[in-house]
Every structure is written in structure tokens, then in C-alpha cells.
């Protein structure tokens, strides 16, 4: 299991950081990635990094805004959130793939590729 933190409500424009770290496992070799659902909407990938850290993903809505990045001596991801905007509202869930394919990372939910998942970390941004 994955455990995030982090969420909160902010104002557009500003800052979140939401963290993610696994409960009985190290992420070392797994990909990690960051998944957003908004009421009414199918949950969609934000970002994604490979396990060796050197390649990420992000999807088009928060290029340029979310930054992914992990430590793994702290066997903790980040995901730093900037300029965020009320569409950015959602309940943000970490996952991990503990088999992924090398130099790879998913942004895709219905790939499957993810077999951790959090229980989510809610995201409200609005005045």
C-alpha cells in the first residue's frame, strides 16, 4: 500500500506539494506515478517517473506547472504543484508498478501497469 500526503485547499496560483511513501516495501525498482480524478470525471495520469529516475512523463494539462521526483533513500516521491488552477481540484492517488518495462513509466490507467495503489489525497484549489 502507498500512503499520500499532503493535500489541502489553496488558492489559484499557488502551491502544493503532496508526498508519497509505501507502507512494507521499498520503491527502488518501481515505477511510480501520480493519478488525479475530479467528481464526475474518469481519473486521468498527471506524471510519471522510471524507476531509475532518469526519465518522466507529465500529462499536458501540468507540463510546465508539476514537477515529479523521488528520493530513493528517503523511499519517498514528490510532486511539487505550482500555479495551480480550480481544474486542478481532485483527489490525487500515488501508484506504483513493481515490474515496470526499463527506461518506462506509464501515464495510462487502463494499461494496468500499476499493482500499488493509495487511498488518495484530496486537492482543492479555489478562493
Known amino acids: 500500500q502507498l500512503v499520500e500526503s499532503g493535500g489541502g485547499l489553496v488558492q489559484p496560483g499557488g502551491s502544493l506539494n503532496l508526498s508519497c511513501t509505501p507502507s512494507?516495501?521499498?520503491?527502488?525498482?518501481?515505477?511510480v506515478a501520480w493519478f488525479r480524478q475530479a467528481p464526475g470525471k474518469e481519473r486521468e495520469g498527471v506524471s510519471c517517473?522510471?524507476?531509475?529516475?532518469?526519465?518522466?512523463k507529465y500529462g499536458d494539462s501540468v507540463k510546465g506547472r508539476f514537477t515529479l521526483s523521488r528520493d530513493n533513500s528517503k523511499n519517498t516521491m514528490y510532486l511539487q504543484m505550482h500555479s495551480l488552477k480550480p481544474e486542478d481540484t481532485a483527489v490525487y492517488y500515488c501508484a506504483a508498478d513493481s515490474n515496470p518495462l526499463p527506461g518506462f513509466c506509464s501515464l495510462i490507467v487502463q494499461s494496468r501497469r500499476y499493482d500499488y495503489w493509495g487511498q488518495g489525497t484530496q486537492v482543492t484549489v479555489s478562493l
Open positions: 517517473i522510471t524507476n531509475t529516475g532518469k526519465s518522466t
Open positions: 512494507g516495501f521499498t520503491l527502488e525498482k518501481h515505477a
